[in-house]
């Protein structure tokens, strides 16, 4: 598969097969994804692959403590800012609502909206959950270098025909997820991600939310005519 297909068939899926996905599959994708680049080639990101065991006990674990109360469970970084203002907020809803309404799932439907929100922590049923995870005196560059090598691995995992979701929404449960990974306290999660076979007969997955045109954030200057 070329990069720009890979690019733009990747989609977010939110519904995989139980099926296994072979351990060396998921060594060729970080294979792949390790040729990201990153300032100085320092490659700052450390990936957590869970299946089978381990994997089942943060589900378990993190879908308990989901259930509980929430403001016992806090992020590490604020991957979103606490005042939502246009055209963020905008983009935010238009997401959200566009899933939810694949979902049947109509505004104040707290209990389903709930639901929907806890398949996070079954990676969406994917037998695969990925984490990655930064030194803490790492600075804001590192978290660039780190967005990169996920991206990649999205790619890649596209490019070896699997399906991908990243989720931050496992930041608010780093503690349990770092003792059973056995990662030390202080290390930073930058976000989880489900990886799996796609089930094709899951229509949430056909929900392809939209793009705003390159021209609405490009600004050119150049001597050549826009394109
Ligand atoms: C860092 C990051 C975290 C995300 N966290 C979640 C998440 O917790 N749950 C979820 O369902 N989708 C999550 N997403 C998926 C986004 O909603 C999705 O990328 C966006 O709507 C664009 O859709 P697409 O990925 O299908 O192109 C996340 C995406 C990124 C890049």
Redesign the pocket.
């Known amino acids: 598969m070329d990069v720009i297909t890979a690019l733009t068939h ?5 519904a995989f097969l139980r099926d296994a996905v072979p351990k060396t599959l998921i060594a060729s994708i970080l294979d792949a994804a390790r040729f990201a680049p990153s300032g100085s080639n320092i490659q700052p990101w450390e990936v957590h692959v869970t299946q089978g065991t381990v994997r089942d006990a943060i589900v378990t674990a993190v879908t308990e403590a989901a259930r509980g109360p929430t403001d016992a469970h806090t992020p590490e970084y604020a ?1 979103y800012p606490t005042t939502w203002y246009e055209p963020y907020i905008g983009r935010r809803r238009a ?1 959200g609502w566009g ?1 939810y309404s694949r979902l049947g799932i109509i505004k104040g439907d707290h209990v389903r909206s709930q639901a929907q ?1 806890l ?2 922590f079954c990676f ?1 049923d994917a037998p695969v959950g990925v984490f990655f995870f930064l030194d803490p005196a790492l600075t804001v560059g590192s978290w660039l270098d780190t ?1 990169m090598f ?2 990649s691995v ?1 790619l890649a995992a596209e490019g070896h025909g699997l399906a991908s ?7 608010p449960f780093h503690r349990i997820i770092k003792s059973h990974l056995e990662v030390p306290l202080e290390r930073r999660l ?3 991600m489900a990886l799996g076979y796609k089930d094709p007969q899951a229509s949430v997955n056909d ?3 939209g ?1 705003i045109d390159a021209q609405a954030f490009t600004t050119w200057h150049t001597d050549a005519a826009p394109p």
Do not use: D, H, K
């Open positions: 990747r989609g977010s899926t939110r991957y997401c899933l929100e398949r996070n969406f967005g996920i991206q999205l979701c990243p989720q931050a929404a496992w930041l930058v976000c989880g929900y392809r939310p793009r």
